[in-house]
């Protein structure tokens, strides 16, 4: 019911942009997100590739077994992300696409990076049903692939930022540019717990 009442909330608000509509398209676009990462951490929606990574694998196998891991999941979120932009387009709210885009590319900058190697990482708070998962992260200095994902992020929050100081005091609009400007922090912060050991 989660993901029907998301679909539904996302697609009765797209032309309509007040406040109320905002905060409808915003949390509708975090219901469909959320159903598909309680999807993927359940292990109902993760991939063909259950099983830990054999030790020693390196270069291309490793990417290939830690994409099988998670392919359906990924590529479910792309046919919904898709989904979500053609229904959107021409549109007068976008918040609620927006939204999805935020955690859809905070997630896949996260994902990047625990493959590609970060000092930190919290694998506690894997379900046992995808435990496998930990076996393809890598836990070594962070790459070249760290400062560029954060340098993005920041970008994003800037011009999340701009959005609201430029939007009407009150409005939708001004709303909307705030729920996108957290959003984008929060996985700012995400990042920085990649790199700082925090219990």
């Known amino acids: 019911p989660i993901l029907v009442v998301g679909f539904y909330g996302f697609l009765f608000t797209l032309n309509d942009d007040s406040i109320n509509a905002v905060y409808l398209s915003f949390f509708s676009s975090l219901s469909i997100w959320g159903w598909f990462e309680l999807a993927f951490l359940t292990g109902v ?8 990574k054999p030790v ?17 999941s990924e590529l479910t979120l792309i046919v919904v992300f898709s989904t979500l932009f053609i229904l959107s387009f ?3 709210n ?16 996260a994902k990047l990076n625990l493959f590609l190697g970060v000092p930190k990482i919290n694998i506690e708070f894997l379900p ?15 790459s070249w692939f760290f400062p560029l994902s954060l340098t ?12 609201f100081r430029v939007a009407p005091v ?8 705030c729920f ?19 219990p």
């Open 180 to 198: 996108l400007l957290t959003l984008t922090m929060l996985a700012i912060l995400e990042h920085f717990f990649m790199i700082v050991s925090f």
């Open 152 to 163: 993005l992020l920041s970008g994003l929050a800037a011009y999340w930022l701009n959005g």
């Open 128 to 142: 046992t049903r995808v435990g496998h998962l930990a076996s393809h992260f890598k836990i070594s200095g962070t």
């Open 90 to 92: 021409g549109e007068s």
């Open 45 to 52: 929606i993760t991939g063909p590739n259950r099983v830990e």
């Open 94 to 109: 976008l918040f609620g696409l927006l939204t999805f885009f935020v955690l859809y590319a905070a997630r896949l900058s």
């Open 56 to 72: 020693g694998v390196d270069g291309f196998r490793r990417f290939q077994l830690a994409w099988a891991a998670i392919a359906y």
């Open 170 to 177: 009150g409005s939708g609009e001004a709303i909307g540019f």
